[in-house]
């Protein structure tokens, strides 16, 4: 589904102050995979993940999803898989504070154009799996943070893109919200059979997934 | 999805009540005093061009082709009776008045000043300008040699209802005439040459004071409504000079085009105002939501998408500010044309400018429509600045912000 082909990344390239973020990176996810980039902060997971979402651009190397090359993309079309192919759960929810939970929810497809009836369906159906059902008329400011992830994590299913993109999703969150959220996603990826990738150091988003990837010093470790 | 746009940009509008409050109201009073300005700037030309209009030249006026360049009695217009008869035919024609007039000098025992002699019929300068309404003092009345005043002459030769004075001008035969008459009423139409020199008395009378024939004129004053009037005049009595109230009164309409570069001055900075008080509210909410910017184009909302809701969130402060100052201009102008407003303080200045001391406002839908497009344009171009913002805004810079 996602390959990566001698992937490298600079920050402040030609710059004394140059760091080589991602080293000659080579790496395939499958569908329906529930993985793990992991190790140790400023190891390159999040500039990985960022790339694989489109949001950051790459020195070297190519990124296909599924046969689709992502890295040759522009600005708007990288905007528009996002929209279409991917979901994206951040550390700090980032949810649209004006909204309620079930606008967020139905954030995406609305922007996709989904029928009414049919986001009606799904965010119910979604927010149901992952237990705000009882929240989806309260403003993002008035849940607790496990609720918030939660949330975000239902936004990014919602449409049912092909791969979800995950960063620290549980590092605001405490152990019991953690395993919580963790355990929901894992239900998602089986029910759901979509596609998820962390980036963390959490030990419950290490002991949850079916894959881990380990990187160092902007590498991937064997 | 537009609905979803829609609430976000509403939603986001009021999100910092008291910030927009300000802007609203900001635009609000400026708004509501930019009409009353608008309106007292208009009511004042309105004023001065009505009454111009009722007490002397109508829309158009017809004279002998001499008589505008030397007042002479022989260069009056020989079939006025014929000619108002025609113009009385004429459907677009509303009113006519026939009027003889004749300069001399008005003496008391005490005063004497240069004026002119109008003879008129009554019942027409009633119909065509409301004559009775310009009285000040005394009556509209023509009776035992009755005479009515303009109130700077009158003041001039400081006489009161009820005096006598002499008026005396030279005749059709040549010789200096006099005639006795008595001051019935004062009347002030605020068009300056009126109240400062016009002695009214009936028109009969004074063709046989001169010794003129009853189908003469010196001016024929039409009333209309239809602006084509004009040429079919000018063609129709070629041999007569036929002026539209503009050529007559090339002052007013230079005060006119004053008052419209005076309203679009004002128009111009009241919607600088509202330009840069939405610059500012929009500009510093999206500083604080810049973040909330960048994650929805991370999760792929696209530029159209946030350029809509920054419009309309744009729109939607101009048009509240709008409303509360339609609200607000229209209750101010309705006052001041009710009440109007009293610069007695003023009045002589005033007088020398022939307006009144109380002026009445204008009000006119046109005021509220182009506030209205120029609300929503100044509203659009305001979030230019803004925008571009957003436009150069990369997801990535505010997700590594974030993390």
């Known amino acids: ?222 | 999805m537009f609905k979803m746009i829609l609430k976000l940009a509403w939603n986001n509008a009021f999100l910092r009540l008291s910030r927009t409050l300000l802007v609203i109201i900001m635009i609000a009073v400026s708004m509501s005093m930019m009409l009353s300005i608008q309106g007292i700037y208009d009511g004042m030309t309105l004023n001065m061009v009505n009454s111009a209009l009722r007490s002397d030249s109508g829309e158009i006026s017809i004279y002998n082709k001499n008589y505008r360049l030397d007042k002479q009695i022989v260069n009056d217009i020989q079939n006025a009776g014929e000619i108002c008869a025609d113009l009385e035919n004429n459907p677009s024609v509303k009113a006519v008045s026939v009027r003889y007039s004749v300069e001399g000098l008005s003496a008391t025992a005490r005063k004497a000043s240069f004026s002119n002699i109008i003879g008129i019929d009554l019942e027409e300068e009633e119909k065509f300008g409301a004559f009775s309404k310009f009285l000040k003092e005394g009556e509209i009345s023509f009776e035992k040699r009755g005479a009515l005043l303009g109130a700077e002459l009158a003041k001039t030769l400081k006489v009161r209802i009820g005096s006598k004075l002499i008026f005396s001008t030279q005749d059709k035969s040549g010789d200096i005439n006099s005639i006795a008459l008595k001051v019935r009423g004062i009347i002030q139409t605020n068009n300056l040459v009126i109240d400062q020199r016009a002695l009214y008395i009936e028109r009969k009378q004074l063709y046989e004071f001169l010794g003129v024939d009853t189908n003469t004129a010196t001016q024929i004053a039409i009333r209309t409504d239809d602006d084509a009037l004009i040429n079919t005049i000018k063609k129709e009595y070629s041999e007569q000079e036929v002026k539209s109230f503009l050529e007559l009164n090339p002052l007013l309409k230079q005060m006119e085009d004053m008052m419209v570069i005076f309203n679009s001055i004002t128009f111009t900075i009241v919607m600088l105002v509202v330009f840069i008080g939405i610059l500012g509210v929009m500009y510093v909410s999206i500083l604080d939501r810049i973040r909330e910017f960048g994650i929805m184009r991370g999760i792929g909302m696209a530029y159209n998408h946030l350029r809509t809701q920054i419009f309309l969130e744009a729109l939607f402060v101009g048009l509240a500010g709008y409303s509360v100052g339609a609200i607000l201009g229209f209750f101010a102008l309705y006052y001041l044309q009710e009440t109007g407003l009293n610069l007695s303080t003023y009045a002589e200045g005033m007088a020398s400018f022939g307006m009144p001391t109380i002026i009445y406002a204008h009000q006119e839908f046109s005021y509220y429509s182009n506030t209205f497009y120029a609300i929503v344009l100044s509203s659009l171009l305001s979030v230019l600045l803004p925008l571009r913002k957003i436009k150069h805004l990369h997801p990535i810079d505010v997700i590594k912000a974030d993390t």
């Open chain 1, 1 to 222: 589904m996602i390959r990566l082909q001698n992937v490298n990344k600079y920050f402040f390239k030609d710059d004394p102050r140059e760091v080589h973020a991602l080293r000659d990176i080579n790496l395939e996810i499958k569908k329906g995979e529930f993985s793990a980039l992991i190790g140790p902060s400023g190891c390159g997971k999040t500039t990985l993940l960022n790339v694989i979402g489109a949001l950051d651009s790459i020195n070297s190397g190519k990124i296909y999803l599924e046969s689709r090359e992502i890295t040759a993309l522009n600005e708007k079309e990288s905007t528009e898989l996002r929209l279409h192919e991917m979901g994206f759960v951040f550390q700090a929810y980032n949810l649209v504070p004006v909204l309620s939970v079930a606008e967020n929810i139905a954030f995406i497809m609305r922007l996709r154009g989904f029928p009414e009836s049919q986001i009606n369906e799904r965010v119910l159906e979604v927010a149901t799996l992952l237990e705000i059902d009882h929240k989806l008329d309260a403003l993002p400011n008035t849940l607790s943070g496990g609720q918030q992830q939660r949330v975000a994590v239902a936004r990014a299913v919602a449409s049912k893109p092909k791969i979800i993109l995950a960063d620290e999703p549980t590092a605001n969150l405490d152990s019991k919200n953690s395993q919580i959220l963790m355990d929901m996603m894992r239900m998602l990826n089986e029910k759901e059979e979509v596609t998820i990738l962390f980036a963390s150091h959490d030990e419950y988003v290490i002991n949850s997934v079916n894959r881990i990837i380990k990187m160092n010093d902007g590498a991937l470790v064997d």
